[in-house]
């Protein structure tokens, strides 16, 4: 086959990456100082393995973080059951400590090299992919070229294209042709999205839907479950889930204008990054509200106002407590967190106006009744007051949200369906039995 054109700004990047080399082993290092790198696994986001390779077909499924990978597993389990080994990589390490006890039989995790071509280059040589997926907008070029230059089909899958990431795009467009050009498919999220896609080069494109409304609800531990919902019990409970700063602000707030009409309320708190509890407490503190951080072992007793649950993986059990869930990153310009999962676990959903990220499925709830938009901290404690002064009110916007989500699905079938003739290939080419 002939070698695709490389453009001169791909290959400026190319080389400029190969040059910055060691700047970027200095980056690697300031993040294990700042808590985040494992510095056990290190070496592997330089393409050093931390695990040999099993004998095999393998599949590679990269994710940038927690929600991009979670969303992935769903396939992960699909293709171990049809023989594959599924190597899952990403690039945190909240991802990295959520997904250990998470993975199926037949698959691994690693976390991916960077985007520097000696890195991706001695990545591939140990792991040798038989096929490689990336997960909504996860497109670095040098690994692009390397998986084109050694004939390893690449499928973005759950592809996720902002307007905003368009417009950067099309500054670049021969840039932005030579990238897609070498994707074997791009299965997306929505039509818009397939259409900005479209207008940027790639050639092949498909709507698969999106795999987070088919992903399963997260897990809790039940024992935990079973201790915290008998210490809650018969309280006014809400939750305030993946906050982002500036929003505990607007939480704390709320819990202090509702406090007296709703007593024994209890705010649950879970920020977006754990590292952030004790600043939240120390929020609280200020506010003289009296606040219990469970990493530390605290529990929420009954003179508790705030219990600050700054863990990793535990979102799961805290949407079982909620029946009323504030979703983060939705205040602050953030784009907004995914309301899937408290709507899949029977939660009334409130937000706020930013959720680009996850905008179909906000669209879907508001269409639904199932998720009701909020402006700003005075405008949360309104709408958290209603819903937990109207049991049946907030028992329907929840039973709405469940039935949303729950018609979306079907993103997982179409994505494997997608994936056949690649797997077939294998088959053909005698590496799957």
Request: net charge positive; aromatic share 4%; proline share 9%.
């Amino acid at each position: 086959m002939r070698p695709r054109p490389v453009p001169p700004l791909l290959r400026a990047y190319h080389y400029g990456l190969i040059a910055l080399e060691p700047a970027l082993g200095g980056l690697l290092a300031w993040r294990r100082r700042k808590g985040k790198e494992d510095p056990v696994r290190l070496p592997e986001r330089v393409g050093r393995p931390g695990k040999p390779r099993p004998a095999g077909p393998l599949v590679w499924a990269h994710g940038a973080s927690i929600g991009e990978v979670l969303a992935l597993l769903p396939l992960v389990q699909r293709l171990t059951r049809r023989g594959f080994t599924v190597l899952v990589t990403s690039g945190t390490r909240t991802s990295a400590d959520l997904i250990a006890g998470r993975l199926p039989r037949g698959a691994l995790h690693q976390f991916a090299p960077l985007d520097a071509p000696r890195y991706v280059a001695r990545f591939l040589d140990h792991w040798r992919p038989d096929l490689a997926l990336v997960a909504e907008s996860e497109l670095w070029p040098n690994t692009i070229l390397a998986l084109d230059a050694r004939q390893v089909p690449l499928i973005l899958v759950n592809g996720r294209m902002s307007a905003r990431s368009a417009r950067g795009w099309e500054r670049t467009p021969a840039l932005a042709r030579a990238v897609l050009a070498r994707i074997a498919v791009c299965l997306v999220q929505t039509p818009e999205e397939a259409e900005r896609f479209r207008d940027l080069g790639a050639p092949r494109v498909a709507v698969s839907g999106n795999l987070k409304f088919d992903a399963p609800p997260p897990p809790a531990d039940p024992g935990a479950l079973a201790q915290l919902a008998a210490m809650v019990r018969g309280r006014p409970v809400w939750l305030a889930a993946s906050t982002h700063p500036g929003e505990e602000a607007a939480v704390i707030a709320a819990h202090r204008h509702l406090a007296p009409r709703h007593p024994g309320l209890l705010t649950l708190v879970v920020p977006r990054h754990p590292r952030r509890g004790a600043e939240i407490m120390a929020a609280a503190a200020s506010a003289s509200l009296r606040a219990s951080r469970r990493s530390e072992g605290g529990l929420p007793d009954g003179r508790t106002d705030l219990y600050v649950a700054d863990t990793v993986g535990e979102l799961g059990l805290f949407f079982r407590l909620a029946p009323l869930v504030f979703m983060g990153g939705s205040l602050a310009e953030h784009g907004g967190q995914n309301p899937i999962e408290p709507a899949r676990l029977d939660s009334a959903i409130l937000h706020g106006p930013h959720v680009a990220n996850f905008a179909q499925a906000y669209a879907v709830l508001a269409e639904a009744g199932g998720g009701l938009p909020v402006t700003d901290g005075a405008t949360l404690a309104e709408a958290a007051g209603r819903l937990l002064a109207d049991p049946a009110r907030r028992d329907a916007t929840a039973q709405a949200a469940h039935r949303a989500v729950a018609a979306c699905g079907g993103a997982l079938d179409r994505t494997m369906a997608a994936l056949e003739p690649f797997i077939c290939q294998m088959k053909i080419a005698g590496r799957l039995d």
